[in-house]
């Protein structure tokens, strides 16, 4: 009762800056970050695997954990948690589990920097990659893919309904 769904970026980091203050939590001079970026994590500290695993990926993940749009910090306080059990997440995912990363480069064959997702799932059973998204539906979309992505012969080959969409998207 009394929530309203929001309908732009600003009117979400509104809401996290209310959600800051209601808590004591001090933000940057523009209103854009926590000062302190483990008030934005629910156990208040990373594992050292996973503060490696954001080190090296390549979208400067660690630096932002504070941002109040941040997307990462989504993923980390959902699934940082199973770091210890990973294996509890195969029955959600109806795939054994052995193992959990966060910032996996996944290699696609193509020239550039490579997708680095968010988390991922692995094990015996078919992997699971989750790409988390946070305020990115409330503003106007920037990016595409690559022209690369639609120039290599058979990269598409059994999934022209992804190409399709892929294609809408640009």
Known sequence: PG?????????????QREWAARNGFALNREATALIDSAN??????????TRNE???????????????????CLALNVFEP?????GRLG?????PVDALAFEVKQPTGLQGTPPHLDVVLSGAGVPVAI??????????ATNSFSPAYFARPGLWDDM???RELAVTLQ
């Open 82 to 86: 199973w770091r210890p059990t990973p």
């Open 54 to 72: 954001l080190a090296a990926g390549a979208g400067g993940e660690l630096a932002r954990l504070g941002s109040l749009s941040s997307s990462s």
């Open 160 to 162: 022209e309904k992804c």
């Open 40 to 49: 934005a994590l629910f156990g208040g500290r990373l594992s050292e695997d």
């Open 3 to 15: 929530y309203a769904h929001p309908q732009d970026v600003a009117a979400v980091v509104a809401l």
């Open 131 to 140: 790409e988390s998204k946070f305020i990115e539906m409330y503003a106007q």
């Open 91 to 95: 029955d959600l995912f109806e795939t």
